[in-house]
Nanobody, 114 residues
Framework: QVQLVESGGGLVQPGGSLRLSCAAS????????MNWYRQAPGKQRELVAT???????NYANSVKGRFTISRNNAKNTVYLQMNSLKPEDTAIYYC????????WGQGTQVTVSS
């Protein structure tokens, strides 16, 4: 069983920054690819960023150059640093991984508004 707990969401003005954290339970963290997804109201959930166990990263085109995913295997934690935030980044952000099935966190709300 894998448990994922996100934190760090909130209300921020356009152009601002936030850092999301996802703490994972279980010993499989260091060998797993970790993902951040987001879901805006009325839209499908979309993949935002991915980091492999080796540290390779990939981003959605909409966030490239603004968001950075990273991980600390010693702390079983993955991060999403979000800079130059835009109103269209407003969504619930979810941490995700696969281990004989899909595991999701409960989500953290990010609202970008003036």
């Amino acid at each position: 069983q894998v448990q994922l707990v996100e934190s760090g969401g909130g209300l921020v003005q356009p152009g601002g920054s936030l850092r999301l954290s996802c703490a994972a339970s279980g010993s499989i963290f260091s060998i797993n690819t970790m993902n951040w997804y987001r879901q805006a109201p009325g839209k499908q959930r979309e993949l935002v960023a991915t980091i492999t166990s080796g540290g390779s990263t990939n981003y959605a085109n909409s966030v490239k150059g603004r968001f950075t995913i990273s991980r600390n295997n010693a702390k079983n934690t993955v991060y999403l640093q979000m800079n130059s935030l835009k109103p269209e980044d407003t969504a619930i952000y979810y941490c995700h991984t696969k281990f004989y099935g899909d595991f999701w966190g409960q989500g953290t709300q990010v609202t970008v508004s003036s």
